[in-house]
Nanobody, 124 residues
Framework: QVQLVESGGGLVRVGGSLRLSCGAS????????MGWFRQAPGKEREFVAA????????YYADFVKDRFTISRDNAKNTVTLQMNSLNFEDTAVYYC?????????????????WGQGTQVTVSS
């Protein structure tokens, strides 16, 4: 089973960009589909984006389409989330998650392994 560590969070101004990374330790990273979720204060965790094992298929929440891009590098055991045009509503803790399931899913229950999260704060 992989272990996940997120990085790249921080403070950014409205309209700015951040690039989150998730590094996976352990073997067989390419056998996991990967996802990003986020949780804002007082709100439930919500789906952001997901990517298939090979990187050939991606899936996004409606609220991030055309702003965020998920990608992966199986040779480096990493998945990234490029976030552009950030707004106040994007403030949250962002979590990376891995699933042994063969499909790309927006359901948190589909994922077996979670990282600790990285804070993203969007300010004026």
């Amino acid at each position: 089973q992989v272990q996940l560590v997120e990085s790249g969070g921080g403070l950014v101004r409205v309209g700015g960009s951040l690039r989150l990374s998730c590094g996976a330790s352990g073997r067989s990273f390419s056998s996991y589909s990967m996802g990003w979720f986020r949780q804002a204060p007082g709100k439930e965790r919500e789906f952001v984006a997901a990517i298939a094992r090979s990187g050939g298929g991606t899936y996004y929440a409606d609220f991030v389409k055309d702003r965020f891009t998920i990608s992966r590098d199986n040779a480096k055991n990493t998945v990234t989330l490029q976030m552009n045009s950030l707004n106040f509503e994007d403030t949250a803790v962002y979590y990376c998650a891995a699933s042994t399931g063969g499909v790309v899913s927006a359901s948190s229950g589909h994922y077996d392994v979670w990282g600790q999260g990285t804070q993203v704060t969007v300010s004026s």
